[in-house]
């Protein structure tokens, strides 16, 4: 299953960047998180551009046949959390993500190059 989620993560960082999200990250984050196997993380400039990723990554997921399981509620304008099971992906704002750093949490994982790539 987790070859199956790495591909989905890669079409959900290229959704991303499809709209614009910046420095969007891929993470494989199994090895050291009990919840999922790959994080997806991107940068949003705007609440309304925010909005926008959370909703090309949406449909960039059902798309694929997969739903989201759940999401942070009530929605905040600086950070959203999309958990597809073992894809969790956080659009955050740079001020957010600078202050959350959540590369340097998961600094263990390994980090997929998705850039350019149609296929994982």
Do not use: Q
């Not at 551009?49 to 960039?60: G, M, N, Q, R, V």
């Not at 597809?84 to 993500?97: K, P």
């Amino acid at each position: 299953m987790a070859r199956a989620f790495k591909a989905v993560a890669l079409a959900l960082a290229r959704a991303a960047d499809d709209k614009k999200g910046e420095d969007v990250s891929v993470l494989n984050v199994g090895k050291t998180s009990p919840i999922t196997d790959f994080m997806v993380i991107v940068t949003a400039n705007s609440r309304p551009h925010l909005e926008a990723l959370e909703s090309a990554i949406d449909d960039a997921a059902d798309e694929l046949d997969l739903k989201c399981l759940r999401r942070a509620r009530p929605a905040s304008d600086h950070w959203r959390v999309l958990d597809f099971g073992g894809i969790i992906v956080h659009i955050m704002t740079e001020e957010s993500r600078g202050f959350y750093a959540l590369e340097k949490l998961y600094h263990e994982a390994g980090r997929l190059a998705w850039k350019g790539k149609a296929h994982a």
